[in-house]
């Protein structure tokens, strides 16, 4: 219940504002939960450079590794996930956290 209560005020949150990343993302995360995004460690691998911010509007799971050093923001991450994010030298934030450090949207990759 404390999942759903927390993931309803950040969709609010995320409907107030103009910019379209932070819409789609709260679009995203409204599906139910057999339909949200899941990606693996090795798909943001593939798509992500250097430097790059990476929001899931899901869940992160663990398979795979991480070459490249970037910032990986989702609503959810797998114990794998988070510490093949932590080995490859990237770091990994709640989808609120990155809206309050980047609320214009800059240099970020919403990944699906």
Do not use: C
């Not at 949150?13 to 995203?28: M, S």
């Amino acid at each position: 219940m404390h999942e759903r209560t927390d993931l309803n005020d950040l969709i609010e949150k995320l409907q107030k504002e103009k910019k379209g990343l932070w819409k789609r993302t709260a679009q995203l995360l409204s599906k139910p939960r057999r339909k949200r995004v899941e990606v693996n460690v090795s798909k943001i691998d593939s798509y992500a450079s250097d430097g790059v911010t990476i929001l899931v509007p899901g869940k992160v799971l663990g398979t795979g590794r991480l070459t490249k050093k970037v910032t990986v923001a989702a609503f959810m991450f797998s114990e794998g996930a988070r510490k093949a994010i932590s080995e490859g030298g990237s770091k990994s934030l709640s989808i609120g956290e990155l809206f309050q450090q980047n609320p214009e949207g800059k240099s970020v990759v919403l990944l699906i």
